[in-house]
Structure formats: structure tokens, C-alpha cells
């Protein structure tokens, strides 16, 4: 049974930074994507950022800055099975509960979940 271990969450002010990390157990199987989508009250869950296991990456656009350059950067350690998500410039509609996933051959495995909430 593949468990995703969440951490990093928390209160920040506007315009501040946090780093969630993900860190999966458990799997015989290797594991393919590895990525973050959150859920804020009232609305649907979305997908924030995905990173393959060779390192591509896919943001929602909501999250990428000027220029291409995001304010939110998804970076993966795969000798640890770990996901990082880097969030800067963090604005009060950042705020939801942010749930790391892990993808293997046999199905997509999902974390609890981290408030990331962003004070005005």
C-alpha cells in the first residue's frame, strides 16, 4: 500500500513563500508522475503542478508568473520519492488544502492533504 507522507503547510501573509513536500512509501512499483492539486471551499479540485519521474513539468496557469516564469516551482527527488512544491508571491486566492498524489502502474495514489492558508 503506497503511502504519500504531506508536510509544509501553514499561515502565511500575502505575498509570502511556503515549500510543501510529499514524501511516498510503500510502493513496489516505480513511480511515475508525482504532483499537487488543491481544493479550495466551494470550489472543485484542480490540478496545480505535475512533474514526470524524468523531471517534466505542467502548471495550471493561475500559478505562472509573467514572462512564463511561475511563482509556484514543482521539483521531485526520485532517489526519495519526495515532491517539492515551491510557492512564492503567494496570494490570499492560494489559499485550499493541497493534496499531493503519486501515480503507479496499478493506479494513483492520494495524501491527506495541507492547509496552505494566505492572509490579506
Known amino acids: 500500500q503506497v503511502q504519500l507522507a504531506e508536510s509544509g503547510g501553514g499561515l502565511v501573509q500575502a505575498g509570502g513563500s511556503l515549500r510543501l513536500s510529499c514524501a511516498a512509501s510503500?510502493?513496489?512499483?516505480?513511480?511515475?508522475?508525482m504532483g499537487w492539486y488543491r481544493q479550495a471551499p466551494g470550489k472543485q479540485r484542480e490540478l496545480v503542478a505535475a512533474i514526470t519521474s524524468g523531471g517534466r513539468t505542467d502548471y495550471v496557469d493561475s500559478v505562472k508568473g509573467r514572462f512564463t516564469i511561475s511563482t509556484f516551482t514543482i521539483s521531485r527527488d526520485n532517489t526519495k520519492n519526495t515532491v517539492y512544491l515551491q510557492m512564492t508571491s503567494l496570494k490570499p486566492e492560494d489559499t485550499a488544502v493541497y493534496y499531493c498524489?503519486?501515480?503507479?502502474?496499478?493506479?494513483?495514489?492520494w495524501g491527506q492533504g495541507t492547509q496552505v492558508t494566505v492572509s490579506s
Open positions: 498524489y503519486a501515480e503507479v502502474s496499478l493506479g494513483t495514489h
Open positions: 510503500g510502493s513496489r512499483f516505480a513511480i511515475n508522475a
